[in-house]
């Protein structure tokens, strides 16, 4: 019988409310969230949940210790049931149908995003919409590239197409895409990608889309995957995981999603260097997660609602000159902070944050919370960035 959520040894119930965990049970998972700040001091920075792990995962990770999954993974993954995993979990849960020979497994997302610049597209200057996770920033000067950096938002809060279609025009022959986005939240509408890839198309670029947060889009908002789109074939190649939506960047493994079979055989063509680190048991946890991991997956997109909605009223009341938006996706909060850089107080308050500047230039008066936790937790975090930021 295979184990889901509703079915392991003993017949224990679903996971009901993962974020109900303690301060030091986190700190004994030995996270680096959790072990990188002074004793006493509250993580909202790396985008870690405190939560409990899903079951599933952890009976599939501990089946597969007993069988001493400990070598190099297989050249073929599919044995191990990863393709079909995915390609079921996609069209379950975006109505997208992934061709299973089109899955091409890799170590995380951002070694994905490398090797698919490095292998599928021009040495010409990549676009990054910022502000912008920090590693699609940082990953684009290592493939040898320029980096070009264009506002992701226009003056309604939409995707910038304009601004994209401007480096287009310049020379630039790629673009990073963050969908959903990261740390500004937004889940990127149909027709915001309908223009975005009317804009490609017209320039001949590429688009490499970062989709590691689309299981964890709010109620309000549906992600539309990039390559679902009419006309995206030739051009798109998607990088997703586990990790984010299940908790499990420790185990390594995430997906690589070519537009065409002969994008697929370029990466397969590769060095085996080019696209290493991938782990067994990170394997093992993947296939857990998209086939057995739902019911888990659905608890936490439902306490992240709540969290989103607890946030907006603790704000409202503790923090009345903060400006932001409410996330339709992920669990990140992108605050605007009245007099300047905030990071420095936020930690002598006994919060860890992200600096805004760590999300490109010109956003020094911002910072980036982490709301991926218990209630109570959430509490304390907003009460000591209210004190820490009126002092």
Same mark, same amino acid.
């Given at each position: 019988?295979?184990?889901?959520?509703?079915?392991?040894?003993?017949?224990?119930?679903?996971?009901?409310?993962?974020?109900?965990?303690?301060?030091?049970?986190?700190?004994?998972?030995?996270?680096?969230?959790?072990?990188?700040?002074?004793?006493?001091?509250?993580?909202?920075?790396?985008?870690?949940?405190?939560?409990?792990?899903?079951?599933?995962?952890?009976?599939?990770?501990?089946?597969?210790?007993?069988?001493?999954?400990?070598?190099?993974? %297989? &050249?073929?993954? +599919?044995?191990?049931?990863?393709?079909? !995993? #995915?390609? @079921?979990?996609? *069209?379950?849960?975006? $109505?997208?149908?992934?061709?299973?020979?089109?899955?091409?497994?890799?170590?995380?997302?951002?070694?994905?995003?490398?090797?698919?610049?490095?292998?599928?597209?021009?040495?010409?200057?990549?676009?990054?919409?910022?502000?912008?996770?920090?590693?699609?920033?940082?990953?684009? %000067? &290592?493939?040898? +590239?320029?980096?070009?950096?264009?506002? !992701? #938002?226009? @003056?309604?809060? *939409?995707?910038?197409? $304009?601004?994209?279609?401007?480096?287009?025009?310049?020379?630039?022959?790629?673009?990073?895409?963050?969908?959903?986005?990261?740390?500004?939240?937004?889940?990127?509408?149909?027709?915001?990608?309908?223009?975005?890839?009317?804009?490609?198309?017209?320039?001949?670029?590429?688009?490499?889309?970062?989709?590691?947060?689309?299981?964890?889009?709010?109620?309000?908002?549906?992600?539309?995957?990039?390559?679902?789109?009419?006309?995206?074939?030739?051009?798109?190649?998607?990088?997703?995981?586990?990790?984010?939506?299940?908790?499990?960047?420790?185990?390594?493994?995430?997906?690589?999603?070519?537009?065409?079979?002969?994008?697929?055989?370029?990466?397969?063509?590769?060095?085996?260097?080019?696209?290493?680190?991938?782990?067994?048991?990170?394997?093992?946890?993947?296939?857990?997660?998209?086939?057995?991991?739902?019911?888990?997956?659905?608890?936490?997109?439902?306490?992240?609602?709540?969290?989103?909605?607890?946030?907006?009223?603790?704000?409202?009341?503790?923090?009345?000159?903060?400006?932001?938006?409410?996330?339709?996706?992920?669990?990140?909060?992108?605050?605007?902070?009245?007099?300047?850089?905030?990071?420095?107080?936020?930690?002598?308050?006994?919060?860890?944050?992200?600096?805004?500047?760590?999300?490109?230039?010109?956003?020094?008066?911002?910072?980036?919370?982490?709301?991926?936790?218990?209630?109570?937790?959430?509490?304390?975090?907003?009460?000591?960035?209210?004190?820490?930021?009126?002092?």
């Amino acid at each position: 019988m295979t184990l889901t959520e509703t079915t392991r040894p003993g017949g224990a119930p679903p996971d009901s409310n993962p974020f109900d965990v303690g301060d030091a049970e986190l700190r004994r998972s030995g996270s680096v969230k959790w072990t990188h700040g002074a004793q006493g001091e509250l993580p909202a920075w790396v985008a870690e949940m405190d939560v409990r792990p899903s079951r599933a995962i952890q009976d599939a990770v501990r089946e597969a210790v007993e069988r001493g999954t400990f070598g190099y993974p %297989p &050249l073929d993954t +599919r044995p191990a049931g990863l393709p079909q !995993a #995915l390609a @079921a979990f996609a *069209r379950d849960r975006y $109505g997208w149908d992934v061709d299973e020979s089109l899955i091409v497994p890799c170590g995380d997302v951002m070694s994905g995003v490398r090797f698919a610049v490095e292998t599928l597209c021009e040495p010409a200057p990549v676009v990054v919409p910022v502000p912008s996770y920090r590693p699609l920033l940082d990953v684009v %000067p &290592l493939t040898g +590239r320029v980096l070009v950096p264009v506002p !992701a #938002l226009d @003056a309604d809060r *939409r995707l910038d197409v $304009g601004a994209i279609e401007a480096a287009f025009a310049a020379g630039a022959r790629t673009l990073l895409l963050c969908s959903p986005h990261n740390p500004l939240g937004r889940v990127w509408t149909r027709a915001e990608l309908e223009a975005l890839r009317d804009v490609v198309l017209r320039h001949g670029a590429r688009v490499i889309s970062d989709e590691i947060h689309a299981p964890l889009v709010l109620p309000g908002a549906r992600h539309v995957p990039y390559a679902l789109l009419d006309g995206t074939a030739e051009h798109v190649t998607t990088v997703t995981s586990a990790s984010k939506a299940w908790n499990v960047p420790g185990l390594k493994c995430a997906q690589i999603i070519t537009g065409t079979a002969a994008d697929g055989a370029a990466l397969a063509a590769a060095p085996l260097v080019a696209n290493h680190g991938l782990g067994s048991l990170g394997i093992a946890a993947t296939v857990a997660a998209y086939t057995a991991g739902t019911p888990w997956l659905d608890a936490v997109v439902a306490e992240l609602a709540r969290r989103r909605d607890e946030l907006a009223t603790l704000i409202a009341a503790r923090l009345p000159g903060v400006r932001w938006t409410p996330p339709e996706g992920t669990y990140l909060a992108w605050l605007e902070v009245p007099g300047g850089d905030p990071a420095p107080r936020a930690r002598a308050g006994g919060v860890l944050v992200s600096r805004g500047p760590e999300f490109g230039p010109g956003f020094e008066g911002f910072t980036r919370l982490v709301f991926a936790t218990s209630s109570e937790r959430l509490h304390r975090i907003v009460d000591r960035l209210a004190d820490s930021w009126a002092a």
